[in-house]
């Protein structure tokens, strides 16, 4: 396995709190790996890690051999890390094309960046939005947009936070399409989510977060057939 991100004992602390402890992760090139596990379990935390956004107390990230560690969010940009936060942030006052241009700028111009504006706006199915201020499409276009954004850097890995966060169940299928979409061209994800039937829809390997530390690791059926995992998020697994 050729690992794109790895983080070495990785860990998190906020004051006397250890949001996470000791993480191994490892995500493959080519591979959609979701990271899980219950409410407070660390995740958001270790994608801050991973995106830059914070600082760990220790270890180190490695993103593609680097060690990026102490390398700013946009400098990880730089070297092929595509980040989507959970609340969508487009800019509300601009058409959804043009908030696609602003994005592809940093990677084309002229005819070709027309053109892969006009590849996006189909791939986002939003073709018939693309003069409409991105601020009135609904909840789960403005996601889609988002997406659209992240991906129009062309990363080798991009980092998805909860992207169905608010969605309808059919809004999320699409989603889940256009990830294995985008993944099947070459594209390697890694994904916070909460919504299992989401995780099953795309995930190829999954890390379960409990309580800031790795609790489990592997393939999907795997990880679904654990009756550990079950419990931790029945809620049996604190205190212990
Ligand atoms: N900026 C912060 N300052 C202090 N404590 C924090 C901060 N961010 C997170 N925490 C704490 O760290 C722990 C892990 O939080 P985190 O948000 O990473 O979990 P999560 O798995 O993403 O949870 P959720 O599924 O609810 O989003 C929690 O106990 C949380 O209260």
């Not at 018939?128 to 909840?139: C, E, F, N, T, Y």
């Not at 390997?205 to 393939?219: E, Y």
Request: charged fraction near 25%.
């Amino acid at each position: 396995m050729t690992a794109i991100l790895q983080t070495r004992a990785l860990g998190k602390h906020f004051g006397g709190l250890s949001a996470v402890s000791d993480v191994n992760l490892e995500v493959a090139a080519g591979e959609i790996h979701c990271l899980i596990g219950p409410n407070g379990a660390g995740k958001s935390t270790l994608f801050k890690l991973v995106a830059g956004t914070y600082a760990p107390s220790d270890g180190e990230v490695l993103f593609r051999g680097e060690n990026v560690t102490r390398r700013k969010t946009y400098e990880r940009v730089e070297r092929g890390m595509s980040v989507k936060l959970q609340v969508p942030s487009v800019f509300r006052e601009l058409p959804v094309a043009q908030n696609l241009e602003v994005a592809l700028q940093r990677k084309s111009s002229g005819r070709a960046l027309e053109r892969e504006k006009q590849r996006l706006l189909e791939f986002l199915q939003l073709q018939d939005d693309a003069d409409r201020p991105a601020g009135i499409l609904s909840h789960g276009q403005q996601q889609w947009l988002e997406i659209g954004m992240a991906v129009a850097l062309e990363p080798a890995l991009l980092l998805l936070d909860e992207p169905t966060a608010g969605m309808s169940p059919f809004e999320t299928e699409r989603t889940g399409e256009m990830i294995k979409r985008l993944n099947a061209e070459g594209m390697t994800m890694l994904v916070v989510e909460h919504d299992m039937t989401f995780v099953r829809q795309i995930a190829q390997r999954i890390t379960v977060l409990h309580l800031g530390r790795v609790f489990a690791q592997g393939g999907i059926d795997a990880i679904i057939a654990d009756p550990r995992v079950e419990e931790i998020y029945l809620g049996k697994g604190h205190g212990h």
